[in-house]
């Protein structure tokens, strides 16, 4: 399950383009397994997080991080932020991040 503290959101971006936002445990907890919240997301998605998920190498403690979840036909900007505590999937067609919050919902867990 993925842990979040309030309800996926879709919401525009400043520079344009979607994002689908996961606020997740607390800020500068980096305790969080985002790469493993990530994986799961890929496997909801029913593609295979190996070859669907690039992410730069783990370092520790790692803040900013971004990457891209392939989904589809489409590609989705990632990035996650340790100090803010949340993790983004991006993209210009807002229809493709409502139907990634749709496959992805039934792993969600309020907390």
Excluded: C
């Excluded at 969080?32 to 997080?49: D, G, N, Y």
Aim: charged residues 25%; without cysteine.
């Amino acid at each position: 399950m993925i842990e979040v503290r309030a309800p996926l959101e879709i919401k525009a971006e400043p520079q344009g383009g979607w994002e689908l936002v996961f606020w997740v445990l607390d800020s500068f907890n980096y305790e969080t397994l985002f790469r493993a919240m990530l994986v799961e997301i890929a496997e909801a998605l029913a593609q295979h997080p190996i070859r669907s998920v690039s992410l730069p190498e783990y370092v520790a403690d790692e803040d900013f991080v971004e990457g891209t979840l392939l989904f589809e036909e489409a590609s989705l900007r990632v990035y996650y932020e340790h100090a803010l505590s949340y993790l983004t999937l991006a993209n210009d067609d807002r229809e493709v991040l409502a139907t990634v919050a749709q496959r992805v919902q039934p792993r969600i867990t309020l907390i």
